[in-house]
């Protein structure tokens, strides 16, 4: 029961350091948002044959924005967003889903350049818990999946009114998500060895509750 | 009131007893048993390219039907894993396979009383230590054996009266019984004692 709420601890252990890394820096503005769009999740493999990756999905999630820094071109954002990567391993007959549930914290520069169009690049860090959904009722998630990630991002948003925003982010994230012991043909192990990293495109509308 | 126990308690052990046939699915391939090293009665292996698995049906720790024995007279220590399925997890009866290995004199009191340094490398030569592959042809085994490749046993922790020995292999028979390639094979299985 404890693995359930896992990443839940995880997200609240970042959601404080948002939160305090806001308040230190007399955050200006907070507002809750609502993102929904597609997202083609990509996911950069070398040892696993059969995965299925640049497969588009919709994606509903929602988090928090920090208006950390603003002068009169420039922002400093950190937002907290909860949402799952995931990909499939395909074989005729049995069905394997791999489902990282996520909790990511981009920290922004936003650049206004036009007066709806913004520019945005930053890093990112985030944490997840891999599970594993199967038809085989035998088959329960092996170990060697990681639980954290870094990487960088940059997009691009135009405002559409006082509460909407479409935009578009490409992520590329550095860390393996997956460690592991590979067995060569005649029982030689190659220990340690790495793999699976992320990487997205998304299109997406956001819609900004306001306090 | 005892109702509702004995019904607690039936739950529980159908409970136990379907968490014992499961298994920790490997990273590259799901449908493999990851290699571990603690105990947890499981096999599995690329045959001819094919996935085999198999997992103990265990009641407490008794594994059935894996066995580890020592013939005095030959000097062989045999090895022989339970029976598994070829294929996707909806496999028939049909398509069931073993591998067994014959290895050259008596390796778990060798391991056991031996420096305890880890992994050791077993060449299978095909004639004085060998693997095999057994079949299912629907009324009794079909038994190829001969192959030539590696056995490792990369950990074995414990004494005569209760051990894990664990392990990776790969082998290749290639005779009358035609070209069988047992590949990027993976083994961890816990005995309570050793004959």
């Known amino acids: 029961m404890s693995n359930l709420f896992l990443p839940f601890r995880r997200f609240l252990l970042g959601f404080v350091f948002v939160l305090l890394f806001a308040l230190s820096g007399n955050c200006q503005k907070m507002e809750l948002f609502v993102d929904a769009g597609m997202s083609a999740s990509l996911f950069q493999v070398e040892h696993i044959d059969n995965v299925s990756s640049g497969l588009a999905s919709f994606t509903l999630r929602g988090g928090v924005y920090f208006d950390v820094f603003n002068s009169e071109k420039l922002r400093l954002v950190v937002e907290g967003m909860l949402f799952n990567r995931k990909y499939n391993f395909e074989i005729p007959g049995e069905e394997f889903k791999y489902r990282f549930f996520t909790a990511q914290v981009p920290i922004l520069i936003n650049y206004q350049a036009t007066e709806w169009i913004y520019l945005e690049a930053g890093i990112s860090g985030a944490l997840y818990d891999a599970r594993l959904v199967t038809n085989n009722p035998d088959a329960q998630i092996g170990s060697g999946f990681t639980h954290y990630d870094l990487g960088v991002l940059a997009g691009v948003q135009i405002a559409l009114g006082e509460r909407f925003l479409v935009g578009t982010r490409a992520n590329i994230h550095f860390m393996p998500m997956l460690t592991f012991d590979e067995i060569g043909p005649f029982g030689e192990l190659n220990r340690g060895e790495k793999d699976l990293y992320y990487r997205s495109v998304e299109l997406f509308l956001r819609y900004r509750f306001k306090f | ?195």
């Open chain 2, 1 to 195: 009131m005892r109702t509702t126990f004995f019904l607690c308690f039936l739950v529980g052990l159908l409970q136990g007893c379907s968490y014992m046939e499961s298994y920790n699915s490997d990273p590259l391939d799901p449908r493999l048993p990851e290699y571990t090293a603690f105990g947890a009665n499981a096999a599995g292996a690329y045959v001819d390219d094919t996935p085999w698995r198999t997992v103990c049906t265990a009641f407490g720790d008794e594994c059935i039907g894996r066995e580890l024995s020592y013939n005095d007279s030959t000097n062989k220590t045999v090895f022989l894993f339970p029976s598994g399925n070829l294929g996707s997890g909806n496999s028939t009866f049909e398509r069931r396979a073993r591998i067994r290995f014959v290895i050259d004199g008596n390796l778990i009191e060798d391991l056991i009383q031996g420096p305890g340094l880890f992994p050791v490398r077993i060449a299978l030569d095909g004639t004085e230590s060998y693997g095999e592959i057994w079949f299912w042809n629907g009324s009794d085994w079909d038994i190829c054996n001969g192959g030539v490749g590696e056995f490792y046993v990369r950990e074995l922790f414990g004494d005569f009266d209760r051990f894990v020995v664990a392990g990776t292999f790969g082998f290749v028979i290639d005779n009358s019984c035609g070209l069988h390639r047992i590949e990027s094979g993976r083994y961890d299985f816990r005995f309570n004692e050793f004959f």
